[in-house]
């Protein structure tokens, strides 16, 4: 994935009646001469806010390797999204009319539901067998709308997580080098499963030593962090024995905890567990006073494991 770049900004009358030092207006908790004043516009830290499923989308975009999801636009028309498709295109549309949607580009601007929604404008608009011409996404910026402009956002995000990449060619008469391709593809493939009933939870074996439980959480970072924290200097923040807890990734203004587990115990085994540890930091999150110095401790650990993926 490309290195996210920013826009230049035009200018504006109204910046010079802002102190530059003071907090910027639009809330971001910087300060204005480092947010909204230094003449380009910050990254949207938070691309997928507002659609249904945003950890889901989150989880499809950085973690999970062979997905689907169905979606619906706001006049009616289906989508299949997809984890990423073949040679990382942003939209396929098949013979048959079905238009497929990747969330995983090759490059990215700063705002990624602005790319996926230059794709999914594009691809409505292409009949059906043709090539999909967005123009330039990612890089400077993407032209097109956001998601949020295009999706029903009353349709709820039902991920299907898939053993290989298969679903590239349902429905399709693929050639000899498309099928070699899909094999190729599958090659790379980790075993993921998504735990039912925990909302964007999913188990990964990367090998046999190891597998982890990578749950994309929809709270906001801090109060999210103070939780742990808290769950932490009380012991109370693994799944059950012979687990740890590895750190946390940030992606796309969200955490994913993530711990190790035994590789040999099956993914389903972990529902109960996991259903256990979300009851108990629920119980954390309700708690606003202040951390004690034990947690205060615990949470400085926590972010020293803690690797921003975007």
Avoid at 194 to 217: D, F, K, M, S
């Amino acid at each position: 994935m490309a290195r996210t770049a920013t826009r230049r900004r035009p200018a504006s009358a109204a910046d010079g009646g802002t102190n530059p030092k003071a907090p910027c207006p639009c809330g971001s908790g910087r300060r204005y001469k480092h947010c909204h004043g230094s003449g380009y516009a910050p990254p949207v830290t938070r691309p997928f806010e507002g659609l249904p499923g945003e950890p889901d989308w989150v989880a499809l975009r950085e973690l999970v390797p062979a997905a689907t999801a169905p979606l619906r636009t706001a006049d009616g028309r289906e989508v299949t999204l997809a984890s990423v498709l073949p040679g990382g295109a942003p939209a396929l549309v098949r013979s048959n009319g079905e238009i497929l949607l990747g969330v995983q580009l090759q490059t990215s601007s700063d705002d990624v539901s602005r790319d996926i929604g230059t794709a999914l404008a594009a691809a409505l608009e292409s009949p059906a067998g043709a090539p999909v011409d967005p123009g330039p996404i990612g890089a400077a910026g993407s032209a097109g709308p956001r998601l949020q402009e295009l999706l029903d956002l009353s349709a709820p995000l039902e991920v299907t997580v898939h053993e290989d990449f298969g679903f590239w060619l349902e429905g399709t008469d693929a050639g000899a080098a498309a099928r070699a391709g899909l094999e190729r593809a599958n090659e790379a493939v980790l075993p993921t499963e998504r735990l039912e009933g925990l909302g964007a939870a999913y188990w990964v074996r990367p090998g046999h030593e190891r597998a982890h439980l990578r749950w994309v959480r929809p709270e906001a970072e801090e109060p999210l962090l103070d939780a742990l924290a808290r769950l932490a200097a009380s012991e109370q923040l693994l799944l059950g024995e012979g687990t740890r807890y590895a750190g946390a990734f940030r992606a796309h203004g969200l955490v994913v905890p993530v711990w190790d587990l035994p590789a040999d115990t099956p993914a389903a085994e972990w529902t109960g567990p996991a259903t256990e540890f979300g009851a108990r930091l629920e119980q954390a999150l309700a708690v606003t006073g202040p951390l004690s110095a034990d947690e205060r401790r615990a949470r400085a650990g926590l972010l020293s494991r803690q690797v921003t993926l975007r």
